[in-house]
């Protein structure tokens, strides 16, 4: 297969030709890496090899897999591969070898994904950018001088330019949409458990992180959640089984869908003309499929729900930093932003950080009610198009001074004294001054989708937002399908990229 054809295949189109003998695994695997070689120097999105597992497995390939003989790539992040080091973007975190994989690594082995590498990510999946000190920072195809976004960003870069045609990433923010929005991917975020975080760990991050793919077609998230969901022993809970294959769910037409949409922001900061534009573009879209469409947002207190989502940062940067330095980690090895947040953490009272966490059912109640009139929300996926390189990075001399308090202590006793709430709240508006929609799905457990619908003048791509009542994959799947239908994205590519075949 030559690399021209290979770029145009989804993995479903992918495992057909496998499937019927067209192509064989070790072609398929062959052209990845090729790829790869092409394009990983102008993207780093490939951190760390695992080519020679990928041949290991090509020795007992499982013909009758979903997804035999297909290249694919998991996140450094969460998804534990045996035997190899899971970074988390930090150095902190090199020399820790998890001993099994995590469950959702190991049913994409069992779907015949060959596993060939892991992709970049900002330091513990904190930014909307990817850029740690470990791994260096991820390009977008796009647009070379901008971000993919993060924290999944180096999985949307490799879709993006053709690497593989799907890759895995998890979201406790928007690390799934925000990437897919910026890099003109559809990511979909599944509901709270409805595939297994274990066994290393039961809830990521209080439960509000999900696994899931980043893809160029419907199909191929639609079989991945097949290929995902569902729980494991030991669960902290389990959530009701679909009563049929998403593959086959997501062709039945939604009917009429009542749709509420907003374009301001949830913590009042400004919004680019361009997702804006976006959005009304959505709604012109919905209304011409028959779907009714009308201006309203569920009755959230949107700097209440960032101040919640900062402080559970706060609680689990304590608690990761405190496990690497018992397992030999040095506060050297640690960024300055995790260095901060591990700080405000550690002297913020056990009480604020659990009634941060139980203000998450205020959310999820008023999104319920949203939901009693209205079957979807639809908003931008993220504030701008990608920004570029460094556009949220904190100015010098703030980070210089931030640096100095840090190190000489000043800044954790001024914590503890409780005289930085104040810059709580900035770091809070500043930190998701460019991604302010997405985390209303975390909190709330509600399954999301971004679906790249529009694209800039100057030829960036950007997302809308869907987000749907808990449990309803097989809703917004439908309604991804009706969209690619009428508008298909699967494939555009960034032109370089197309060159390159």
Not at 67 to 72: E, I, K, L, Q, R
Not at 175 to 187: D, E, H, T
């Amino acid at each position: 297969m030559q690399l021209s054809e290979y770029i145009g295949f989804d993995a479903t189109g992918l495992a057909a030709l496998v499937k019927s003998g067209e192509v064989s695994p070790q072609e398929l695997l062959d052209c990845a890496l090729a790829q790869s070689a092409k394009v990983n120097p102008k993207t780093n999105a490939v951190c760390r090899s695992l080519e020679a597992q990928a041949r290991h497995q090509l020795e007992s390939w499982k013909p009758d897999a979903p997804f035999a003989g297909v290249p694919f790539l998991i996140k450094d992040g969460v998804q534990d591969y045996a035997g190899v080091p899971t970074s988390y973007g930090s150095r902190s975190m090199v020399g820790i070898v998890p001993i099994q994989h995590a469950h959702v690594v190991r049913r994409y082995l069992d779907a015949g994904f060959l596993v060939f590498g892991k992709t970049n990510l900002p330091e513990f999946a904190l930014k909307a950018a990817t850029d740690s000190k470990l791994w260096g920072r991820a390009n977008n195809p796009w647009n070379l001088d901008r971000t993919p976004g993060g924290s999944s960003g180096g999985s949307a870069a490799a879709v993006a330019s053709g690497v593989v045609p799907m890759a895995a990433a998890n979201d406790g923010g928007g690390s799934i949409r925000i990437p897919a929005s910026y890099c003109g991917l559809l990511g979909l975020r599944p509901s709270r458990g409805r595939i297994s975080s274990g066994p290393a760990m039961g809830e990521i991050w209080s439960g509000a992180s999900s696994e899931g793919v980043l893809s160029r077609t419907v199909r191929d998230t639609a079989r991945a959640l097949d290929v995902l969901q569902g729980s494991e022993p030991g669960d902290p809970f389990m959530v009701a089984a679909p009563t049929e294959a998403y593959a086959s769910a997501m062709l039945r037409d939604p009917g009429t869908l009542r749709i509420g949409y907003t374009v301001q922001s949830p913590i009042g900061t400004p919004v680019d003309d361009q997702a804006v534009a976006a959005v009304h573009d959505a709604v012109a879209l919905l209304r011409s499929l028959g779907h009714e469409v009308q201006e309203q947002g569920p009755a959230v207190d949107g700097n209440a729900l960032s101040r919640s989502y900062l402080h559970m940062y706060f609680g689990h940067m304590h608690a990761i930093t405190h496990m690497a330095k018992r397992a030999g980690a040095r506060s050297s090895d640690f960024e300055l932003l995790t260095r901060i947040l591990a700080t405000l953490g550690a002297n913020t009272p056990s009480g604020t950080f659990v009634a941060e966490v139980d203000a998450w059912n205020t959310y999820a109640r008023a999104l319920g009610q949203f939901h009693t009139r209205f079957d979807m929300l639809l908003t931008p996926t993220a504030a701008t198009p990608a920004p570029l390189h460094g556009a949220a990075d904190l100015p010098a001399a703030q980070e210089w001074a931030l640096s100095v308090l840090e190190r000489t202590g000043i800044f954790g006793l001024l914590a503890k004294m409780g005289l930085l709430n104040g810059m709580i709240d900035q770091i809070a508006r500043d930190s998701l001054a460019f991604v302010p929609f997405t985390q209303l799905s975390n909190l709330t457990g509600t399954p999301a989708m971004s679906v790249p619908l529009h694209t800039t003048p100057d030829g960036l791509p950007m997302g809308v937002q869907f987000i749907a009542r808990f449990g309803h994959e097989d809703s917004l799947l439908q309604l991804a399908r009706q969209l690619q239908t009428a508008r298909d994205w699967s494939q555009k590519l960034p032109a370089w990229v197309l060159a390159a075949r």
